[in-house]
């Protein structure tokens, strides 16, 4: 089992910055990779970015490119979510999760283990 818990979120105005952490407890951190998602009201929840467990390679959605970071300290068993120009339609619940093994993933369903999720509101 592994433990995600998210921090970091709040609200800010259009333009603005947040990190988002991620700390992991249960299992060795590294052997993870690791996702962020995000669900807007009413809608379904979708890929944000991801980053293999050595850190090595990273993924973002198309709508992220140029404003947002993962990254990962293994040391910490911690990820974070860098996300800058924020928008209001970056509104959402921000979600992290883990999967055992080396590659990170777009899907959902590629992840077993989610936190429970840091709310991020961005007024105009």
């Known amino acids: 089992q592994v433990q995600l818990v998210e921090s970091g979120g709040g609200l800010v105005q259009a333009g603005g910055s947040l990190r988002l952490s991620c700390a992991a407890s249960?299992?060795?951190?590294?052997?993870?990779?690791m996702g962020w998602f995000r669900q807007a009201p009413g809608k379904a929840r979708e890929f944000v970015a991801a980053?293999?467990?050595?850190?090595?390679?990273?993924y973002y959605a198309d709508f992220v490119k140029g404003r947002f970071t993962i990254a990962r300290d293994n040391a910490k068993n911690t990820v974070y979510l860098q996300m800058n120009t924020l928008k209001p339609e970056d509104t959402a619940v921000y979600y992290c999760?883990?999967?055992?093994?080396?590659?990170?993933?777009?899907?959902?369903?590629?992840?077993?283990?989610w936190g429970q999720g840091t709310q991020v509101t961005v007024s105009s």
């Open positions: 999760a883990a999967r055992g093994g080396t590659y990170a993933y777009m899907a959902a369903d590629r992840y077993n283990y």
């Open positions: 249960g299992r060795t951190f590294s052997n993870y990779a």
């Open positions: 980053i293999s467990w050595s850190g090595g390679s990273t």
